[in-house]
């Protein structure tokens, strides 16, 4: 069974074409562990032309994939998920050290991923196609679903391994072939190590390639190759804004997941000890490195000195530290550069004239809680995105009030609200512009069978389910006529 030491040795390559190889690039990528600066390993990256034969690898295994039956397809995805469950504890191991993932987080991540896994399974199987009547005399309709061919996946770093997956896993269970892009923070847990768990599986060689580099180097390469038909981004919305440009000229689809400015909003009638817990672990899961985080915490002003006390309270006994120590909830931010950016917004927000009731400190990556009040309204941290252990917390009159502040920003993301009338929880939930909206409970959710995606700057279309075989599969139209058709001419 591979270590963790392994992960980061003789996985830090390049994988095209079923075989583990160095990228030709004149530099490396450095993969630190962000608690305490250990390098982990060092990849030379890939350059365009490997990013091409990834891609022209792809689409020469592609065709006999998608005509192997799909039982055969689903061998594969069963045999993935024992290899997940038989590795856990050092693919844990190696989330913890190569993102600052709390054992809590790691935790999270590897249950999310084993239940995507399980859903491949089943999506090896799901494509249907349909007999269509015709209003011509004797002729039949059939309308067909298939793949699209080669899908491109660029993940991000704050669940790279799930992130990873859950395009991958889908879009090869449905007969694509796929190039992974992880992001550069997290190569071996995005990227390589999704390889190997597939290599192991007896995925046959080429399906999946996995290309380690940076947009310094290749640019736009990877997204304007002629192969690739779909690109599923998970990313900011400043980058994903460019992909879709890119995608949308070359007549690619892109399936866009975005980043958010969840509000998770306490009525008047709500079970404020419970609320409590669920915008704590909303605000602060990861460090609070997650799209769908509740940046922004809004209490009914009635209620809203006793919600914040005992929120105060919690924040602060929360552990920071070293994400190793089972009793950490709080570990390290990514980078050196999120942990500085999170520190501005901090004293932005003072600057502006909010009130620190928690204030933070960062040492290195470790930033530790803040919890703010009294942001201006017009302050535009209230609109963007923090993707970090930051808390904004925002009283309002009423539930019009409420309405109006939640569906103040760019981002239509996820979001929750509290209250002890579950109808009238719904009835608000209905009124909010989000993909996503939960009803008593915290704003951090995924399930395998639940369409997951945002609205506005949140991105543009659906995973999981139903649209994931939206997402990896297009329809083809074939019709028979029995018998002689009649022509005008």
Known sequence: MPSPEYYFTDLAQQYIGGEWRPGTGSWDIIDFNPYDGEKLASITIATVDEVDEAYRAAAAAQKEWAA????????VFEKALRIVEDREPEIAEAIIAELGGTHLKAGFELHLAKE????????ALSPEGQIIPSPAEGKENRVYRVPVGVVGVISPFNFPFLLSLKSVAPALALGNAVVLKPHQDTPITGGSLVAKIFEDAGLPPGLLNVVITDIAEIGDAFIEHPIPKVISFTGSDKVGRHVGTVCASLFKRAVLELGGNSALVVLEDADIDYAVDAAVFSRYVH???VCMAANRVLVDRRIADEFTE?????VRSLKVGDPRDPGTVIGPVINSSQAQSLSGTVEQAIAEGATALVHGTTTDNLVSPSV??????????LRQEIFGPVAFLIPFDGEEDAVRLVNDTPYGLSGAVHTADVERGVAFAKRIDTGMFHVNDGTVHDEPLVAFGGEKSSGIGRLNGDATVEAF???KWISIQHGRSGFPF
């Open 68 to 75: 192997t039956s799909p039982y055969a397809r689903r061998g």
């Open 116 to 123: 995507f896994l399980r859903e491949s399974i089943r999506l």
């Open 287 to 289: 460090q609070g490195q």
């Open 310 to 314: 005992k929120f105060v309270t919690k």
């Open 372 to 381: 703010l009040t009294d942001v201006p309204a017009d302050s535009a941290l």
């Open 473 to 475: 599969t297009t329809q």
